[in-house]
């Protein structure tokens, strides 16, 4: 089996979209999944991504589970004008296994946020 290479053109590894969330940078993250059981904090339903588009002024994460679906879709956008979209490499499957909890902490933005009775937010 041929692993294909990281184009950083096309692509963001997960550490470094890892790495953006932690910095408290704002990428747009766009979940291409029809019907997601987790996703990553903020991201926006495939359902939006024309919306999204049409406002660009960040940079556009789009991913999926294997991150087959996510790198075409990168693919025709680039090629219709949208520079800023990236697709993440390997998919949230590569993103879940890279970031083990043991080295990089719990806090992996994958789970969603849980508003307090008080009105705060919460990581719970």
Do not use: N
């Not at 075409?72 to 993103?95: F, I, M």
């Amino acid at each position: 089996m041929t692993v294909p290479d990281l184009d950083p053109a096309l692509q963001i590894s997960p550490y470094r979209l890892f790495r953006m969330l932690v910095e408290g940078e704002t990428p747009i993250l766009v979940d291409l999944r029809p019907s997601p059981t987790e996703t990553l904090d903020g991201a926006r339903p495939v359902a939006e991504l024309d919306a999204v588009l049409q406002g660009e002024s960040e940079p556009v994460i789009l991913f999926d589970e294997e991150g087959v679906e996510a790198v075409a879709r990168a693919h025709r956008l680039q090629a219709a004008g949208h520079r800023g979209v990236r697709a993440l490499y390997g998919g949230l499957e590569l993103y879940r296994f890279a970031l083990d909890p043991k080295i990089v902490g719990e806090e992996r933005f994958l789970r969603s946020k849980v508003t307090r009775e008080d009105g705060g937010a919460s990581d719970g």
